[in-house]
C-alpha cells in the first residue's frame, strides 16, 4: 500500500494513474483486469487517491468549443499579507478554472473562461480590482489551445543520475 500520509505513491498508484488519464470513465474491472489486480483493490486505491487529492478526475472542456470566446490567463501581483487571502476570494470567482501562487515578478496565475471581451473586461475592470491587496495584473488572451495533456507520469518516477549518486 502507499503511504499517503505523505502524498507519495508507488508503482501500482502510477499504473492506475495513467489508466486513469487516458480515460477518467475508465471502470475499475477494465483497470484490475489490465494490471492483474483485484477490483476491490483498484476500487480501494481510487478511492484513497481521491481523498487525499492525489487525484481529481473532472471533464475538461474546449473553452472555444462551448461558448468560452475570451478565455485568458492573468498574471497578478498582490502585496505580500494579501496573497493568500486574495486567492481565496478570486478562486470563488465562477470564471476562473485555474488558480497558483507563483514565484517571481507576479504571485498568482490565474485562468478565467469568459463569453466574450464584454465579459472579460468586465471581470478586469470591476470583479478583480475590488479584490483586497491587488497592485498589478497583466493579461493575455488565450488564441488557441496547441496541447493540453495530463503530464507523462513517467517523468515523475525518473530520476537524474548525477543527483542520485549524490543521495547513496
Sequence with gaps: MADYENNIVDELDFAILAH????????????ARDLGTAVGTIRNRVTKLLEDSTLKIIGRVNPYRVGFNAPATILI???????????????????????SMLTG????????????????????????????????YRTSIILRIVKFVQPDLNLAKQRNPVVDRNWR
Aim: glycine share 4%.
Design 77 to 99: 501581483s498582490i502585496e505580500p499579507q494579501y496573497i493568500e487571502s486574495a486567492a481565496d476570494v478570486i478562486s470563488t470567482f465562477p470564471e476562473v478554472s485555474y488558480i
Design 20 to 31: 486513469l488519464q487516458q480515460d477518467g470513465r475508465r471502470s475499475f474491472t477494465d483497470i
Design 105 to 136: 515578478e507576479f504571485d498568482l496565475m490565474v485562468d478565467v473562461m469568459c463569453r466574450d471581451g464584454d465579459h472579460l473586461t468586465d471581470f478586469l475592470l470591476h470583479r478583480l480590482p475590488e479584490v483586497k491587496g491587488i497592485k498589478d
